[in-house]
C-alpha cells in the first residue's frame, strides 16, 4: 500500500512496474524509524521522537522524495 502511494509521487504509470525505487524509499522510511526509536529511548528525551525521525531521515534524504 505504502508503496504504491510512493510509485505514484515517482511518477505512477510511467514507471516500470520492476522499479525498484518505491520499494526502496518504503524500506529506507521504515529504516529511519528503526533507527531513531532507540536512538530517542536512550536520550533524557527531551527533544521529541520526531526530531531523531527528522535526523535518521534526513541521513537518506534525497532530491526531497521521502
Known amino acids: ?3 504504491e502511494h510512493v510509485r505514484h509521487r515517482l511518477g505512477g504509470e510511467h514507471l516500470e512496474p520492476t522499479d525498484p525505487r518505491p520499494a ?3 524500506g ?4 529511519c524509524v528503526q533507527a531513531a526509536r532507540p ?3 536512550a536520550s ?3 527533544e ?6 527528522d ?3 534526513a541521513a ?3 532530491d526531497g522524495v521521502i
Not at 28 to 31: L, P
Not at 48 to 53: E, G, K, S
Open 28 to 31: 529506507a522510511a521504515f529504516a
Open 48 to 53: 521529541p521522537l520526531a526530531r531523531y525521525l
Open 55 to 57: 535526523d535518521a531521515m
Open 60 to 62: 537518506v534524504r534525497q
Open 1 to 3: 500500500m505504502l508503496t
Open 39 to 41: 536512538a530517542y529511548l
Open 24 to 26: 526502496s524509499v518504503v
Open 44 to 46: 533524557d528525551r527531551g
